[in-house]
């Protein structure tokens, strides 16, 4: 039974968020105009390689919700957090047109779609409309599903996070096309990443001659039939968004049975090991970015399910994983360590920001953290 002191729950998450807006500003301030990726040894400034650019809309992203907090409370520190937040976004824009990555949703969402939502500028709303068009180029016509930016026969479980921005712009626009399209990967994704259980497989391979979907593979789970937990993450959180845009109680379906996956085989904590059946020695390396990811989906799938307490469950899970979070893994303790969340893992085969802070688990903490303090 998990329990509860609403207050102390408060004042744990608002410490957590004080701390992670010390721990931007020292960011910005030690290296400015700088949009990290992971850490190496806690130091968010070095030479390690990117493997791909999908990170930018993140550390901005953190900008937007300390803005509004800070607007809403009617701190001092709003205008410098407005400033701030314009100032990351901006030089995100050309991307709007970037085809190289299958991310777009990831860099809009957590930026322009923020910033639109406080100014109704129209000038924001047309690059958010670009950048879904732009990701539904993507599009397996045979396959049916936007391709990952690995190869045209690949698709990710991934891109369910970002597939929101195409779903936004069908619905903005009315453009029945790329309604379908977005309709279609989800569906896709579906049938051939979501296993019986609720596991997930990270990439799919498919036969660019026939549309045939071929088999389950991995780049940064342990194994191609294997669980590699943020995967399982974006997509709890990724269907959820589809439901919410599409009203497709299928995605619904599919989010709570990776939601269940998540809580029947995570440890007591709410934290899982960086993927669900590597070796238990190798399990014991613990992935907190998927814990935050999760944790946020779960508040945004709560107020959506038709039973109330499955709803209560839910939201009570994700509860007591940010209280985890703060409790063990947070930096506070470290004054050498420039991140906010220990124990992140970008890449473990590429030996990429393993056991470090990654901007990613850093947004959707702060993300999740936002969103329980306003419902508690
Ligand atoms: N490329 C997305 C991730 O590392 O989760």
Redesign the pocket.
């Known amino acids: 039974m998990i329990q509860f002191d609403l207050e102390t729950d408060r004042k744990l998450f608002e410490s957590a968020l004080d701390f992670a807006e010390k721990q931007v500003r020292s960011l910005i301030e030690r290296h400015p105009d700088f949009y990290p990726m992971y850490t190496m040894n806690g130091r968010w400034k070095h030479e390690g390689p990117a493997w791909?650019h999908?990170c930018d809309g993140f550390l901005p992203g953190m900008m937007w919700i300390f803005y509004r907090r800070a607007l809403n409370a009617g701190a001092p520190n709003a205008d410098f957090w407005f400033e701030q937040a314009v100032r990351y976004t901006k030089p995100l824009e050309p991307r709007q047109h970037d085809r190289d990555v299958h991310d777009l949703g990831f860099i809009f969402l957590s930026t322009y779609y923020r910033w639109y939502r406080l100014t109704k500028d129209p000038a924001l709303h047309e690059v958010l409309i670009q950048a879904g068009r732009t990701l539904a180029m993507r599009f397996n016509e045979k396959g049916g599903y936007l391709r990952s930016f690995v190869a045209e026969n690949s698709l990710?479980i991934?891109i369910m996070m970002n597939v929101g921005i195409i779903f936004y712009a069908a619905r903005e626009t009315g453009d029945k096309k790329l309604r379908d399209i977005a309709l279609r990967h989800c569906l896709t994704t579906r049938r051939t990443l979501v296993r019986g259980d609720g596991s997930t497989a990270h990439e799919g391979i498919f036969d660019l001659e026939t549309g045939e979907f071929l088999r389950q593979s991995t780049h940064?789970g342990y194994r191609g039939d294997s669980c590699w937990s943020?995967?399982l993450a974006?997509s709890l959180y990724g269907f959820t968004t589809c439901y919410e845009y599409s009203g497709d109680p299928r995605f619904l379906e599919t989010a709570e049975k990776c939601t269940d996956y998540y809580i029947t085989h995570t440890g007591k904590d709410g934290v899982p090991p960086w993927d669900y059946q590597a070796p238990p020695e190798s399990r014991k390396l613990l992935d907190t970015s998927a814990a935050a990811i999760a944790a946020s989906g779960m508040l945004r799938l709560c107020r959506l399910l038709p039973d109330p307490v499955k709803g209560h469950f839910y939201w009570s899970t994700a509860i007591h994983i940010l209280r985890s979070l703060c409790e063990k893994h947070l930096a506070k303790d470290d004054p050498e360590w420039e991140g906010v969340l220990k124990g992140g893992v970008?890449?473990i085969h590429k030996n990429l920001g393993v056991g470090e802070s990654v901007m990613?688990g850093e947004y959707f903490f702060v993300e999740a953290l936002d969103n329980a303090l306003r419902q508690l």
């Open positions: 791909t999908w990710f991934d940064q943020r995967g974006w970008y890449h990613w």
